[in-house]
């Protein structure tokens, strides 16, 4: 089962980072008797990962508040539970005071505004933050209200904020953006402190500030301590008797910026000197892990711990950090660099966000610069969120529209490849996930109460987690090999067969641009047996013994049937399609055919036929479709037997990536990632067609590398030929009475 991070190791974290007098007085405290009205506590978030903190805090407030009702809503059950916001709705109207945070999407917060406009001046106080404008104008803390005019005290605040040149959307250099973030956090801190001293309407503002602080330091000790402060200082009415019966505390700090590891004690630290051994022991590589501090601090985290201890296992050193907010370069500056040279390679990015700027926002051009002086593979991966892990394995489409626009699309703005899903949320009814064989069930440590009755804790998926591991190590294997030790399988299309389009692309000269390449990689160091000429190449890959074994070209390789039979994982699911094995493409019978030929370490082969040449888009649309005993066996080969430490495919296109499975966020049972497995996998792919390469990028695990479409002109005509076609034209537009012209027109163009 897969392992998470308990309630206890949080409050532990929580604890220690307590001044000793406040840990005395947190252990004497003691529940205050006392005779009150209902105090009805409302948050409403997207940061789903923060409820069963949420939770876990509720329980510890009722102990010292009595009447407080603590209740939390998570945005993202609302698109597979239509009850949920109701519920949602309901609670907002009775709530005595509303916390609202991270809800930027309107599917999120259109639904809510007419519920938050009719409680908000019925309520004792609404706060808003970190979220779409009309949402964040109906935060109404005393005498703060954020519709009104700005003030005066505002006016000083935005000064104090900082010149425009210091934010990360301008012009301003690369080192200034990567400190704003680090700049505005000092001044979140800064201001309470000033504003302290500042009457009237300037202490409801310092509350807001002080709420910011809580919230973006969210752990369950945090998370209590807002409410605790916001009732504190806002219950009125008959709730007023809450006000003053238990001491406030302030936000309990944490690193803003280090490293995590769950074996290590406290799991976060400043120094990467503090990882335990099992995270630097590794001599595969060094891996660098972007992690969100937001989950590490509401103990949330198990989806992080099970890719740490995947990449562990494979022999990797595996170095997870954190940045405060949506930027990650502070943190990559810090630990992936020593004296300006990089320590890691390669990084991998679980935040699911872009690297500069989080869910809503991305600066390419910031992540092209510190990614472009890494000069590493950077591969961004996914984290269910709005949905559960049983719902993304049992779905057709794989992740949700939303899902796809903010962790792979938007990543992808930024150089990122590689994306899959490594993990997500669970389901409280403990669901089995359908997306792979293992049917886990993703259920929290039965010790952990609020955790066992919530949908929101997040866990990895041990399938995709170890697949993601085995992509990784393979990517690191392949940049610290020898250029002269590596082989390289370079696949070129057959489509339509048997019509003379073997080593054909859509704009590519195929045969030439092959030699070409092969030319340049032997340049390069690579061990290739250059052929004399682009003609000695095109033989020897499509005439070579063809005519021998009766082949569509070359066979290079035969598979007997015994040993496919042996090694065919999926050997059942492609019978029931194709018969038994061999089947009948590229088979002689005894064995199955790859074609294709080898030049010292490279291998240009032929992919074999999808199978439905007439109808290639029954590929795609029919459910249980499998590929044939050829297509997997030639993926086969190329990764066990010619053992390829990279695969390119060569030219726009062929039909791994439209192999039947999910539309994006594959699991184990889609067949694209059945047939590449861990393979780095590099594709060629013309420039004007990035909708089909994206298909490569998401179902194929491909990184592109684009060639110019040729330039072209319509030709026109020449000489006669343009009076022939007037003529025509004016043959074709002659009215019915028109005889005689019609005549002199038939004869002319006959001549």
């Not at 490849?417 to 669901?431: D, I, P």
């Not at 061999?582 to 010292?600: K, M, N, T, Y």
């Not at 034209?729 to 009215?735: A, Y």
Request: glycine share 8%; with cysteine; net charge neutral.
């Amino acid at each position: 089962m897969p392992r998470r991070t308990s309630a206890a190791d949080t409050v532990a974290a929580a604890t220690l980072a307590l001044p000793g007098a406040a840990v005395a007085r947190a252990s004497r405290a003691r529940p205050v008797e006392a005779e009150s009205a209902p105090m009805r506590v409302v948050l409403v978030t997207m940061d789903s990962h923060l409820a069963s903190a949420a939770r876990r805090a509720a329980r510890s407030l009722a102990r010292q508040l009595p009447g407080l009702v603590f209740t939390t809503h998570a945005a993202d059950e609302w698109g597979s539970d239509e009850r949920a916001l109701e519920r949602c709705k309901a609670d907002i109207l009775q709530g005595d005071i509303v916390i609202v945070t991270m809800l930027f999407l309107e599917d999120h917060f259109q639904p809510l505004l007419p519920v938050l406009r009719a409680r908000r001046d019925h309520c004792d106080a609404m706060v808003c933050a970190m979220s779409a404008g009309e949402v964040s104008k109906l935060t109404r803390m005393g005498k703060f209200d954020m519709s009104a005019p700005a003030s005066g005290l505002m006016a000083l605040l935005k000064k104090l904020r900082g010149k425009a040149s210091e934010t990360a959307d301008n012009g301003a250099d690369n080192a200034a953006k990567a400190s704003a973030g680090e700049k505005q956090m000092r001044m979140l801190r800064r201001l309470p402190k000033i504003l302290r001293f500042i009457p009237g309407a300037a202490q409801d503002v310092r509350a807001y500030f002080l709420t910011l602080q809580y919230w973006l330091a969210g752990s369950e000790a945090n998370v209590g301590r807002l409410v605790h402060f916001l009732v504190d200082r806002y219950a009125d009415g008959p709730r007023r008797s809450l006000r003053g019966m238990v001491k406030t505390l302030e936000p309990v700090e944490y690193p803003e910026l280090g490293v995590y590891h769950p074996r290590m004690e406290p799991r976060l630290s400043e120094r990467a000197a503090d990882l335990p051994s099992c995270a630097t022991r590794g001599a595969a590589g060094t891996v660098g892990v972007l992690l969100l501090r937001s989950y590490l601090l509401a103990g949330n985290a198990s989806h992080y711990d099970g890719v740490i201890s995947a990449l562990e296992a494979r022999g990797l050193r595996v170095l997870p950090v954190f940045a405060t907010g949506l930027d990650a370069r502070p943190a990559i500056e810090r630990f992936f660099f020593d004296h300006g040279r990089p320590v890691v390679d390669a990084v991998v990015s679980l935040t699911g966000f872009s690297l500069v700027g989080g869910p809503a926002y991305n600066d390419a051009r910031a992540a092209e610069e510190i990614l472009g002086r890494l000069d590493v593979p950077y591969v961004a991966v996914t984290p269910v969120e709005f949905q559960s892990l049983d719902q993304w394995g049992g779905s057709e489409r794989g992740l949700l529209p939303v899902e796809a626009t903010m962790m792979v699309a938007i990543p992808e703005l930024d150089g990122a490849t590689g994306s899959m899903v490594f993990g997500g949320r669970g389901n409280a009814a403990h669901v089995a996930c359908t997306g792979c064989e293992r049917a886990c069930t993703f259920q929290a440590p039965a010790s952990n109460d609020a955790s066992a009755e919530s949908g929101h804790d997040m866990f990895s998926c041990p399938d995709r987690a170890d697949m993601l591991a085995a992509r990784i190590g393979r990517l690191v294997a392949l940049r610290r090999s020898q250029r002269a030790e590596r082989k390289v399988a370079l696949v070129v299309f057959n489509f339509p067969p048997n019509a003379g389009a073997t080593g054909t692309a859509a704009f590519l000269s195929v045969f030439e641009s092959l030699y070409n390449t092969l030319a340049a990689m032997q340049r390069e160091g690579y061990s290739i047996d250059m052929p004399a000429s682009v003609d000695a190449l095109r033989d020897a890959v499509i005439q070579g013994n063809a005519e021998r074994f009766g082949g569509l070209a070359n066979v290079h390789a035969r598979i007997p049937v015994a040993d496919h039979v042996r090694r065919e994982r999926w050997l059942h699911q492609i019978e029931s399609q194709w018969g038994p094995a061999p089947g009948r493409l590229q088979s002689d019978g005894a064995s199955i055919h790859v074609l294709g030929e080898r030049f010292g370490n490279v291998f240009v082969g032929i992919q074999p036929g999808m199978g439905y040449e007439g109808d290639p888009m029954r590929l795609l649309f029919e459910k249980g479709f499998a590929p044939t005993h050829a297509f997997s066996a030639f993926y086969r080969w190329i990764r066990e037997d010619f053992g390829a430490h990279a695969v390119l495919h060569f030219g726009t296109h062929g039909a791994l990536e439209f192999m039947p499975g999910k539309q994006n966020g594959m699991t184990a049972s889609c067949w694209p990632d059945r047939m590449i497995g861990d393979l780095p996998n590099f594709y060629l792919y013309a420039s004007n067609n990035p909708s089909e390469g994206t298909i490569a990028k998401r179902r194929a695990a491909a990184t592109l590398i684009s060639y110019l479409t040729p330039p072209t002109s319509q030709a026109g005509l020449y000489k006669g030929l343009v009076d022939l076609k007037a003529a025509i034209e004016r043959f074709r537009s002659l009215e019915p009475e028109a005889e005689r012209e019609r005549t002199e027109l038939a004869v002319m163009i006959q001549v």
